[in-house]
């Protein structure tokens, strides 16, 4: 059974960074390519990044040059590192596979920009 893990958010003031982890079982990682998601309030999920097995990248223009995906094959974990943070990149952030997302979502990890 697939089991996404996400981790890492906080209430970061704007300017500010994070790193978010996702653990991932069930599937067979190294083949697979891996995205972050993220819903903010009020609004659909939407995608922000993803990562092949290539380690080849892409990002949604909102986020282009702030954010960087990477990937541990060995943990089967990839990772979100946030940067420059805007009050509207507040939302829960969800990694799934890409960019057809399976079925099921971990419970995401919530990343709050305020000052």
């Known amino acids: 059974q697939v089991q996404l893990v996400e981790s890492g958010g906080g209430l970061v003031q704007p300017g500010g960074s994070l790193t978010l982890s996702c653990a991932v079982s069930g599937i067979v990682f190294r083949f697979n390519t891996m995205g972050w998601y993220r819903q903010a309030p009020g609004k659909q999920r939407e995608w922000v990044a993803h990562i092949d097995e290539n380690w080849t990248t892409n990002y949604a223009d909102s986020v282009k040059g702030r954010f960087t995906i990477s990937r541990d094959n060995l943990k089967n974990t990839i990772y979100l590192r946030v940067t420059s943070l805007k009050p509207e990149d507040t939302a829960v952030y969800y990694c799934?596979?890409?960019?057809?997302?399976?079925?099921?979502w971990g419970q995401g990890t919530q990343v709050t920009v305020s000052s």
């Open positions: 799934n596979t890409a960019p057809a997302p399976l079925s099921r």
